[in-house]
């Protein structure tokens, strides 16, 4: 079974996890754009029991476009978002694809609030793709 170690700029938060992700997406919404300074948001989603949490972090609530609300952790010293949680994903986290640091990790299979997207951006072929 495959490990990998995301963490925060300054190592202070991590998030290690076991098996490959259930989802790995891309995100075109504002928020995800204002969140990452990123034209978009690519994020793994893994199950809860799969993820061992490790440091301090200071949480931030947004609710989204469907009124449901969304946990991000944060590193309180460097900033980084390391993972967060959904209302809509009960039993799994999210990890920013960043966090990991890893050129060779999954792609994306889905590709969300394409509306969004900007007009440069191509998603990799073959994926679902929701508007």
Not at 7 to 20: E, F, K, N, R
Not at 36 to 41: A, C, E, K, V
Not at 62 to 75: K, L, Q, T, W
């Amino acid at each position: 079974m495959s490990s990998r170690l995301a963490s925060c700029s300054c190592g202070q938060l991590t998030a290690q996890v076991s098996g490959d992700p259930a989802r790995v997406s891309i995100c075109h919404c504002l928020a995800c754009q204002r969140r990452t300074g990123s034209p978009f948001g690519q994020q793994a989603r893994f199950p809860r029991e799969a993820v061992v949490l490790q440091g301090q972090s200071t949480t931030y609530v947004r609710v989204g476009d469907e009124g449901s609300s969304i946990h991000f952790h944060f590193c309180p010293q460097c900033g980084a978002t390391v993972y967060y949680e959904a209302e809509w994903m009960e039993g799994f986290v999210a990890i920013p694809v960043g966090a990991f640091a890893d050129p060779g990790f999954p792609g994306p299979n889905i590709s969300v609030y394409e509306d969004r997207q900007h007009a440069w951006v191509v998603v990799p072929p073959g994926i679902e793709h929701m508007a």
